[in-house]
């Protein structure tokens, strides 16, 4: 489908992703990623950038010093939903 996700050392995502890929006869794909009661709007360049975002809306991060970050890891979904011809 070609769909660029997070990348990085250590845990990305944190929370379980679920995609759903559908085709589509629109030459534009409908992309969008939904977690609680949000409905995010995005595009196939900035995928990663969304999902680090509601990432951490979802997990949070918790500062214990200027030095430390701990990123949660939780059992929440996102979802991100991909309508896509071809």
Not at 1 to 6: C, D, E, F, Q, T
Not at 9 to 18: E, F, M, Y
């Given at each position: ?6 990348r ?23 992309i ?53 011809a071809?």
């Open positions: 489908a070609g769909i660029s996700l997070p990085g050392q250590g845990i990305c995502t944190r929370v379980p992703l679920v995609m759903r890929l559908q085709g589509s006869t629109s030459p534009e794909p409908e969008w990623l939904e977690y609680g009661d949000k409905v995010v709007p995005t595009d196939e360049e900035h995928i990663a950038e969304a999902i680090c975002a509601a990432t951490d809306v979802i997990a949070g991060m918790f500062c214990l010093s200027p030095f430390h970050t701990v990123k949660n890891v939780l059992i929440k979904t996102l979802t991100l939903h991909v309508k896509k071809g």
